[in-house]
C-alpha cells in the first residue's frame, strides 16, 4: 500500500552542553524544541525529485531519481536530494516524489534545520512506501546522510529530530538515551550571525591535529560537565545546571569558537542574574542560551535584547518526528488500570507512544438486516494506522466521558448516524506503542451512512466469509485494533 500524500514534521534542536566534544566520543546533553519542520510529501508517476524549500531559496528543483548525488546540487536542495537518494538506495521504489518544505523557524539560528528536513523526508518515504523504519533505521540512515553532505558530525541533531525530548547522546548513536525532566527554565537568545557548522567543525579538527593533548584534555573536561549536568537535571537542581554551564562556556572559549556578540549576550545575562549561559551550537554566531528563575527571566530576556540579541520563544522538550493528522494530539484521554479503575489522564500522543498507559477506547459492530458487518476504510489523516481498515466505528474515552456516551459520539462523528447498541465485550489490547481498555458494542442498521471525510475514506458491508477470504489473501488490510476485536467477538 502506497500513501500518496503525506505531511511529516520534526522539532529543532539546542545543544544544552557538550558541543564539539561530541564529535569526538563524548557526550553531549540536546533538547528538541517547539519551532518543527515541516515536509509535505506527494508520490508522483514520473521517476523525479521535485523540491520547493522556500526557506532556503530553492523553488521547482527537478531531478530524476536516477541522477540524484550527481552534478552540481543547490546548497538547500543538497540534504534533501541526499536523503532521497539514499533512500532509494536502500528501500527502491519506482515511483517519483514532489517534496515541499516549511519551517517555522528561519535556517538562520542554528537549529537544526537541516537535519530537521532530512529526518521529516526519510520519515515521510518510510510511511508512504509502508517501508515503516525503526526509529533506529531512521537515525542510522539520517545520519548517513548527513556524513555524506558534511563529512563529520556527531548525529545528536539528528537524534532529537526523531526522538525528542531531552536527550543524552554520545558520538554516532552509541547511546540515546532520554533525560525526564518536567521543564527547562530556558532563554534563548539569538546573534543575528549566522554559524557555519561543517566550517567550524573542521576548524576545530585542524586545532586537534596540531594540539592533541590540548583539545583532548578540554574535551575530557566537557565530558564530565556534561555528566553531572545530566545528573543535576534529573534533581532539578538548575542553579547548578547553570554554574556548569559556565564552565563548559570557558572550555568553548578555550576552543575558540565564541565571539564578540555571543560574549556580549552572555554577559547580559550574567548581569542580570541568569544561573549560567553560554554558547550553543557550533559558535560564531546563532544562539546563546540561558538558565534563570521565573523571578529573573523577564530580566534577563531585556538584558539579551539591550545587548543586541533576539529572544527567540521556543519550549524544549518537544515530541520527536510525527506524521502530522487531524486528530488533536492534545486530546485527554482517561487512563486505568487492568480492572479498568482510573488513574489519570494523558494526552493521545502520550497514550499512543508509552504502551504502560492502558486508556479507555470504544468500538461498534453494526450489521445489516443481511447479516453483513460495516467496516471502515480509516482516512489518511489518521494518526495511526492510516489507510487501513477499521470496525464500523471506533474511538477513545475523553476526560469526563463515559463508555456510552464516547461509543455513540464516535457513531455520529465517523458515519453521520446513531442507534441502539447492546454492549458485547469489553477487553485489553496490547500493542508494541499502546495498550487499550476495548468495550465492542453491537447494533443493527442497514443506513444510509454520511461519513466524515476527515474520519473515515470509505464505507462497505461484508459477508463475514467474503471479510475472511480476503484477509487472507490480503485484499484488505485491517488495523490491529479491528483484528483484535473480531478476534474477541469470536468473528475471526
Given at each position: 500500500m502506497m500513501n500518496k500524500k503525506l505531511t511529516v514534521s520534526a522539532p529543532g534542536k539546542l545543544m544544552l552542553l557538550g558541543e564539539h566534544a561530541v564529535v569526538y566520543d563524548r557526550p553531549c546533553l540536546v533538547t528538541a524544541v517547539s519551532q518543527r519542520m515541516r515536509v509535505m510529501t506527494e508520490l508522483i508517476n514520473e521517476p523525479t525529485l521535485l523540491l520547493?524549500?522556500?526557506d532556503v531559496n530553492v523553488v521547482g528543483y527537478k531531478k530524476l531519481l536516477s541522477e540524484l548525488g550527481k552534478g552540481e546540487i543547490p546548497k538547500g536542495a543538497q540534504f534533501v536530494e541526499i536523503a532521497v537518494k539514499n533512500f532509494l538506495d536502500k528501500y527502491p521504489f519506482k515511483q517519483g516524489i514532489n517534496i515541499t518544505t516549511q519551517s517555522e523557524f528561519s535556517s538562520q539560528f542554528g537549529f537544526g534545520s537541516s537535519s530537521a528536513s532530512i529526518v521529516c523526508v526519510l520519515k515521510a518515504l518510510s510511511e508512504a512506501t509502508n517501508s515503516k523504519l525503526t526509529n533506529e533505521?531512521?537515525?542510522?540512515?539520517?545520519?548517513?546522510?548527513?556524513?555524506?553532505?558534511?563529512?563529520?558530525?556527531?548525529?545528536?541533531?539528528?537524534?532529537?529530530?526523531?526522538?525528542?525530548?531531552?536527550?543524552?547522546?554520545?558520538?554516532?548513536?552509541?547511546?540515546?538515551?532520554?533525560?525526564?525532566?518536567?521543564?527547562i527554565p530556558l532563554i534563548v537568545g539569538y546573534t543575528g550571525i549566522k554559524a557555519d557548522t561543517k566550517t567550524m567543525i573542521f576548524e576545530i579538527e585542524e586545532k586537534k591535529k596540531t594540539y592533541p593533548e590540548k583539545i583532548n584534555r578540554i574535551y575530557d573536561a566537557i565530558a564530565k560537565i556534561t555528566e553531572e549536568a545530566r545528573q543535576k537535571i534529573l534533581e532539578g537542581d538548575w542553579k547548578r545546571v547553570g554554574k556548569l554551564m559556565d564552565f563548559n562556556q570557558e572550555y568553548l572559549r578555550d576552543?575558540?569558537?565564541?565571539?564578540?556578540?555571543?560574549?556580549?549576550?552572555?554577559?547580559?545575562?550574567?548581569?542580570?542574574?541568569?544561573?549560567?549561559?553560554?554558547?550553543?551550537?557550533?559558535?560564531?554566531?546563532?544562539?546563546?542560551?540561558?538558565l534563570a528563575s521565573s523571578e529573573k527571566r523577564n530580566a534577563v530576556s531585556n538584558a539579551i535584547k539591550k545587548a543586541g540579541g533576539e529572544v527567540v520563544p521556543v519550549t524544549p522538550n518537544a515530541p520527536g518526528v510525527r506524521v502530522e493528522t487531524t486528530d488533536n494530539q492534545?486530546?485527554?484521554?482517561?487512563?486505568?488500570?487492568?480492572?479498568?479503575?482510573?488513574?489519570?489522564y494523558k494526552t493521545r500522543w502520550e497514550c499512543h507512544h508509552d504502551p504502560s498507559l492502558i486508556?479507555?477506547?470504544?468500538?461498534?459492530?453494526?450489521?445489516?438486516?443481511?447479516?453483513?458487518?460495516?467496516?471502515?476504510?480509516?482516512?489518511?489523516?489518521k494518526d495511526m494506522e492510516a489507510g487501513l481498515w477499521g470496525i464500523s466505528a471506533a474511538g477513545h474515552v475523553t476526560r469526563g466521558q463515559t463508555d456510552e456516551e464516547a461509543v455513540h459520539l464516535e457513531l455520529q462523528e465517523e458515519l453521520g448516524v446513531d442507534m441502539p447498541l447492546t454492549f458485547w465485550k469489553k477487553f485489553i489490547s496490547e500493542e508494541p506503542d499502546e495498550t487499550e481498555r476495548d468495550?465492542?458494542?453491537?447494533?443493527m442498521s442497514n443506513g444510509p451512512f454520511h461519513?466524515?471525510?476527515e474520519e473515515v475514506a470509505e464505507v462497505r458491508f461484508f459477508e463475514i466469509c467474503e471479510l475472511k477470504l480476503h484477509i487472507a489473501s490480503r485484499r484488505i488490510q485491517l488495523t490491529e485494533g479491528a483484528i483484535k476485536t473480531l478476534q474477541e467477538v469470536k468473528i475471526l
Open positions: 520547493d524549500a522556500p533505521q531512521l537515525f542510522d540512515l539520517a545520519y548517513k546522510t548527513v556524513l555524506d553532505i558534511q563529512g563529520k558530525g556527531s548525529g545528536f541533531d539528528v537524534a532529537a529530530a526523531i526522538f525528542g525530548g531531552t536527550l543524552y547522546f554520545t558520538t554516532g548513536g552509541r547511546i540515546i538515551e532520554p533525560v525526564n525532566t518536567a521543564d576552543l575558540g569558537v565564541s565571539s564578540e556578540k555571543l560574549e556580549a549576550l552572555i554577559s547580559a545575562a550574567k548581569r542580570a542574574d541568569a544561573w549560567g549561559a553560554k554558547l550553543s551550537g557550533a559558535g560564531r554566531g546563532d544562539c546563546m542560551i540561558a492534545d486530546e485527554v484521554f482517561v487512563v486505568v488500570d487492568r480492572d479498568d479503575n482510573v488513574l489519570g486508556h479507555r477506547t470504544v468500538g461498534a459492530l453494526i450489521f445489516n438486516d443481511k447479516g453483513q458487518l460495516l467496516l471502515q476504510k480509516r482516512s489518511m489523516t468495550v465492542a458494542y453491537k447494533g461519513p466524515n471525510a
